[in-house]
């Protein structure tokens, strides 16, 4: 008996020593498991400080259509939280499920991808940043693997940086695992290697959206989260302040995910795309960047030497019943949908999204589409 609880002691022990000398990012992945939409609870942040806000005008149909059985079945089973429909600069549908309501914060994970990308335009405009072919290490001289090729600012917007990543969301030993749970994200991404000319390939990974982070950061002079709240959260009236989770505390924001706030206040993005870069007669960001941003990348080759005619400055597009639809989205069905036909916003929150993708689409953006275009009461045939 002695001899049994002596091997179980060292066991232990040995347990244990593996446990503390375990990275900090396994050990955090280990105890929180899969990411949630309110892991801003779990970290360090920020705050997106708003200014005056200027309320949402609710249209006079407000709520009198109801969102069909079928599609409310589907919503359920994506785990579907909120749903907020604008035509008009105006609310024309709202629904909230699971306890959340109009102020309850959900993580945007990858929608965080399209806000950096609109910073960069706000730098473009400042004359912060030359040109979108400047090379990334005027901004960061430490970023230095890059194997000979020049990465330009471009590159990183239009994920063809040709960087060495493993964007994986369900190993533990994964890059992005270590991004998202890891104290250490600059060093990380400093460190990584130019393996692929820059600028032929489209290869979607959160790199290149945390390195136009560092950039945005640089070359503003100030936090992301203090250049956000000055250039885009005060214009656009926000009502909430935000938050943008860190790597650690006073560390540097998760520009690839983690970018916190309400439908609401996702919807006066979708709002401002939709505008070319204006909100409430202030073009916010340059129209001509706006532009660019929502127009295919097509120059570009993907895996399957496809053209990549499906994403543009780190926002996707797709066409749905004759619509051409610009929008954001995150890895558990976090949506900014703008349809520009239909004058109309579409922001979808929720615990999860299909698995399965129809040009290069995951199958559940349709479902919230169809819903929203019977709300519209402008649904088209295929």
Known sequence: M??????????I???????????????RAV??????????KIFDNRMIHTGQPIPWQTDS????????????????????????????????HEEYWDGTSDTTHSNSFSVAKSIVSLLIG?????GKIKSLEQPVSDFLPEFKNTSGYILTIKDLLTMSSGIEWDEMYSSLFSETTKAYYGNQLSEQVLSLKVTEEPG?????????AQILGLIVGKASGKTVSAYASERLWKPLG?????????????????????????????????????????????QIVPKTYIAETTSPATFLRDENNDSCYYYGYQ?????????????????????????PSLNAVIVRLGTSRSKEYLNHTPKDAYVYLDAAFRLLMTEKTE
């Open 2 to 11: 002695k001899k049994l609880s002596r091997i179980l002691f060292i066991l």
């Open 13 to 27: 022990a040995l347990l244990l020593l593996i446990w503390l000398s375990a990275p900090t990012h396994l050990r």
């Open 31 to 40: 105890i929180h498991g899969h990411v949630n939409i309110d892991d801003y």
């Open 61 to 92: 149909q407000y709520n009198s259509r109801l969102i069909d059985t079928a599609s409310l079945s589907e919503f359920k089973s994506y785990g579907t939280t909120s749903f907020l429909v604008v035509q008009n600069n105006k609310i024309l």
């Open 122 to 126: 706000c730098l473009l405009e400042e």
């Open 200 to 208: 032929k390939k489209f290869n979607y990974q959160s790199c290149d």
């Open 238 to 282: 926000a009502e909430q302040e935000a938050f943008w989770s860190l790597d650690r505390k006073d560390g540097v924001e998760k520009t690839y995910c983690c970018f916190n706030s309400t439908a609401r206040d996702f919807a006066r993005i979708g709002q401002m795309v939709l505008d070319s870069g204006r909100y409430n007669n202030v």
């Open 315 to 339: 926002f996707w597009l797709t066409n749905h019943k004759g619509h051409q639809v610009i929008y954001a989205r995150g890895i558990l069905g976090q949506y900014i949908f703008i349809v």
